[in-house]
C-alpha cells in the first residue's frame, strides 16, 4: 500500500494551525502575516542554494507552510477590519444599544427563537451606518425568514469572543420586521425546504423529525431530546450534510447525464451546478462548504483526466476555504468535517485489514468507517463534552446502512414535491422509515446505562485521549504485544475507575435532597423541595428533557411554578407541566407569545400571578419571597433585567437543616447593584448564579451572599457561559460553582449539622 500524499497536506495543518491560534489576537495578524512572508522567502531561499536532498524537501515544505500562513493570516487581517468597522471596533462588553439590518444567512422559525447567523449590513445609532458587512448571531428574532431575507431589528450588540466564527452577538428587543425578500436562487431554495420540511412533520414521531436533518441537514425540527440522544450515540454527524451527501447528488446527476447520452464533460459540468444548487439548498454550513469544494476539486480533475489522491484534495479544499473565510478555521463543524474526513482517507483501509484477521472482510469494512470517523474526531468532541459514546460503533453500525436511504429518498422527495406532489409526497413516507429507524437506534442505545463515560476535560483531555487513540492504533498495525497489553491496562483501569465511580454515585444520591438543578442543556430548570411540596424555578427550553428531569426525581405535581422572565431557555419547555402545576409566579411580559403562555398554564387549571418584589408565601416549611423586580420599575425592560429574584429561607424549618437559597434569574450587574441596594439580600447556603455564568456579574452581591454552592444551568452555548471571570469571582468568595453541563442533575441537601452537601450525576472536574 502507498503512503499518503502528505506534501501538502503537512503545510496545510500548519497555516491552518497559525490562523486557530492568532486569530485570538486580531491586532497581531498583520505583523504575524508579515513575519511568516519574510520566514517563507527565507526557506525558498535556502532551496536555491540546492542543500543535500532531505534538506531541500525539509525546507521546500516549510517555505509552503509559512507561504500558507502568510497568505491566510493576511487574509484574516484585511477581514478584520470588515468585520470589526470603526464605529464598533472598541465597544465594551456592556455592549450598544442599536438598531441593525439584517440579511440572515440561516433559516427562522415563529416560535422557535433559535438563535441565527446573520450578516448585519447596516445600523442606527446616533448616526446611521450603511454598507457594512458584519456577521453577527442574532437571538430572540420570533418570525418565519427563510435564507435571505432582510430584517430589521433594534436590540443590543455585544462584542462575540475573539476567534469566534461571528464578531458580535445581537440580542433583540421587541418584533422583528422584514423589509426585503431573498434573491430568487434562495427563495427557490427556501420554498422547496420549507414544504419538505412541512411534509415530513406530518409524519409521525421521531422519524418526521429527523428526515428533514438526514436529507438536507435542516435539524430546526429535532428536538432537545433526539438531539441529545443523536449526540450520546455519535449519530449527529448524520444530520450535518457532508460528504456523503454531496456524493450522493453528484452521484444521481453523472448517472443521470450518463443515460441521457451526454459527454463526460457535460455530466460534470451539470454536476457542478447541482453540486452549488444542493449547498444553498441545505445552507452553506462550514462542513457543506468542505464538502462541495473537495467534490469540486474532485469533478474538475477528473474533466482534465488528472488522476484524484484523496489527501492532498482535502488539504487543497482546507487552504482554499480558509482564504475563503478564515474564521472557518475555529468553528468546530469545519474542524469535524476535515477530521472525519481524514480519518476515512487515512485510517479506514488499516482498520479494515486489522478486523478482517478476526471477521469477514465485508463486516471488517463496514465497521472500519464509523470506527476511523469516531477515532478521528472523538479527541476534539472531547472540547465539546468531555464524554466518551460507550455505544457509538455499534449504533453507527445499525444505522449506518439506513441513512444512504433516507438521505436519497428525502432529496429524491424535497424535489418532487413542488413538481409532483403524490409521488414527493409517497417517497416521502418511504423515507420516513430508515428515519424512524435511525431515531429508534438512538433512543435505544442512549437509553441503556453507562451510554456516556465521563473523560478528563479540556485541552488535557484532548491530548491524553488522542495519545492513547493514537498508541493502540500503531499498536494494531504493527502487532506489538506490549503496546497492545499497556493500552489494555489502561482501558481496564479507566472502565473500572468509571463503573465504580458510577456505583458510588448513586449509592450515595441524598434521598432527602432539598434543591435540585435539572440538566437540560442551555437553560435553567432548578427544583426546590420541602415537606414534601415542590417548586421549580424556570421550565428550561426543552419539554422532554424537563419531564425527564422530574421523573427521574419522582416529582408528579408541583405546588409552585416560578417563571422568572419569558426567555425561551427559561419558560421553553413548560409545556410539559401543563395541567401538573396549581399557583404559578410571573414577571412582567413583552410579547404576545408570553401572555399566550400565561393563558395556556390558567387554562391547564392553575392560579397565574403577576408579582413584583415584596410578595411573599410559604413552601412547606419555608418561606419565600420576591425580591426583585421593584413595584416601580424605573428604567426596566422586561426580560432579564425584570428577572424574578426570590429568596427562600429556612429558618422556621424545626429540624434547623433547612438550607436558605437565592434564585437570580438572569439579572445583569446593573441590577444585581440595584438589588443589593434595595432589598438587602441575607447570607444564603445556596445561589442560582444569574444568567448561567455570565460576565455580567456583581462582585459585591456574591460577597454578600456568601453562598457555599453557586447552581449554573447551562449547556453547550455560543455565549461563553460560564465565563472564566465568574468562575474565578465565585470561588473568591468561598461559593463553590456547579454547574449542569459537567455534572449534569446535581441535589443540594444538608447533614445533620447543618452543612452544604452536593451531590452530583457525574464527577464535575474542576473548574
Known sequence: MNPPDLRLALPAAFAWASLVVLLCFPDALPGASVVAWAAAIGCAGLVARRPAAAVRRGAGMAAVGLALAGLLLGVAAIGDGTRRPEPLRDLGQGGLAIGATLVTDGVLHAGEQHPVRA??????????????????????????????????????????????????????????????????????????????????????????????????????????????????????????????????????????????????????????????????????????????????????????????????????????????DPWLAREYGFVLSVLATAGLLLLTGGLTRTLARWMPVPLAAALAVPIAAQLACQPVLILLNPAIPVYGVAANLLAGLAAPIATVLGLLACVMLPVLPPVGALLTTVAWLPSAWIAAVATYFAGLPGSLWPWLPGLLGAVALAALLATAL??????????????????????????GAGIGRSLTRP??????????????AMVVRNSGVVALIDAGESPELLDDCLDDLGIARLQLLVLTH?????????????????????????????????????????????????????????RWRILWPPARPAG??????????????GAACADSTCLDALFLGDLGEQEQVRLLASARPPRVDVVKV????????????????GATVGLIGVGENRYGHPDPR??????????????????????????????????????????
Not at 435532597?513 to 442551555?522: F, K, M, N
Not at 412582567?588 to 407569545?593: H, L, Q, R, T, V
Not at 422586561?638 to 427562600?648: A, E, K, Q, T, W
Not at 444569574?690 to 451572599?705: E, I, K, P, T, V
Request: hydrophobic letters at 50%; charged letters at 15%; proline letters at 4%.
Open 119 to 324: 450578516t448585519m449590513t447596516g445600523l442606527t445609532t446616533d448616526d446611521e451606518v450603511t454598507g457594512l458587512s458584519v456577521p453577527v448571531l442574532a437571538f430572540g428574532l420570533d418570525l418565519d425568514a427563510g435564507l435571505g431575507t432582510q430584517v430589521q431589528v433594534t436590540g443590543r450588540l455585544v462584542p462575540a469572543t475573539a476567534g469566534d466564527a461571528v464578531a458580535f452577538l445581537l440580542f433583540a428587543h421587541g418584533e422583528a420586521t422584514v423589509t426585503g425578500e431573498p434573491a430568487w436562487v434562495l427563495d427557490w431554495a427556501n420554498s422547496l425546504r420549507e414544504r419538505f420540511r412541512a411534509a415530513a412533520l406530518e409524519l409521525p414521531g421521531y422519524g418526521g423529525r429527523l428526515l428533514p436533518g438526514l436529507a438536507i441537514g435542516d435539524t430546526s425540527a429535532v428536538g432537545d431530546a433526539l438531539d441529545l440522544a443523536m449526540k450520546e450515540t455519535a449519530l449527529s454527524h448524520l444530520t450535518a450534510v457532508s460528504g456523503a451527501n454531496c456524493a450522493v447528488v453528484v452521484g444521481l446527476v453523472v448517472l443521470a447525464g450518463a443515460a441521457l447520452g451526454l459527454s463526460r464533460r457535460w455530466r460534470i459540468a451539470v454536476a457542478l451546478v447541482a453540486l452549488a444548487g444542493f449547498v444553498v439548498l441545505v445552507t452553506p454550513e462550514a462542513s457543506v462548504l468542505r464538502a462541495a469544494v473537495m467534490a469540486s476539486v474532485v469533478l474538475v480533475a477528473l474533466a482534465s483526466g488528472r488522476p484524484v489522491r484523496g489527501v492532498p484534495v482535502l488539504a487543497l479544499a482546507i487552504t482554499v476555504l480558509l482564504a475563503f
Open 474 to 499: 500503531i499498536a494494531a498495525r504493527r502487532h506489538d504485544r506490549w503496546l497492545s497489553i499497556a493500552v489494555a491496562v489502561v482501558c481496564v483501569a479507566y472502565g473500572a475507575i468509571v463503573i
Open 511 to 524: 434521598a432527602d435532597w432539598q434543591y435540585a438543578a435539572c440538566d437540560v442543556g442551555q437553560g435553567d
Open 566 to 622: 419569558f426567555d425561551l431557555d427559561h419558560v421553553g419547555g413548560a409545556t410539559a407541566v401543563l395541567g401538573r402545576v396549581d399557583h404559578v409566579l410571573v414577571g412582567p411580559s413583552a410579547e404576545p407569545a408570553d401572555d399566550r403562555l400565561r393563558a395556556e398554564l390558567a387554562a391547564s387549571g392553575a392560579t397565574v400571578t403577576q408579582v413584583e418584589a415584596g410578595a411573599s408565601g410559604r413552601l412547606g416549611e419555608l
Open 636 to 649: 426596566l425592560e422586561p426580560g432579564n433585567p425584570s428577572s424574578l429574584v426570590i429568596h427562600f429561607d
Open 690 to 705: 444569574a444568567h448561567h455564568g455570565s460576565r455580567d456579574q456583581s462582585d459585591a452581591l456574591y460577597a454578600r451572599l
Open 726 to 767: 465568574t468562575i474565578a469571582l465565585l470561588a473568591g468568595v468561598g461559593t463553590t460553582p456547579a454547574r449542569t453541563d459537567t455534572a449534569g442533575l446535581m441535589l443540594v441537601t444538608s447533614d445533620a449539622q447543618g452543612r452544604v452537601v452536593l451531590w452530583s450525576e457525574r464527577v464535575a472536574p474542576r473548574q
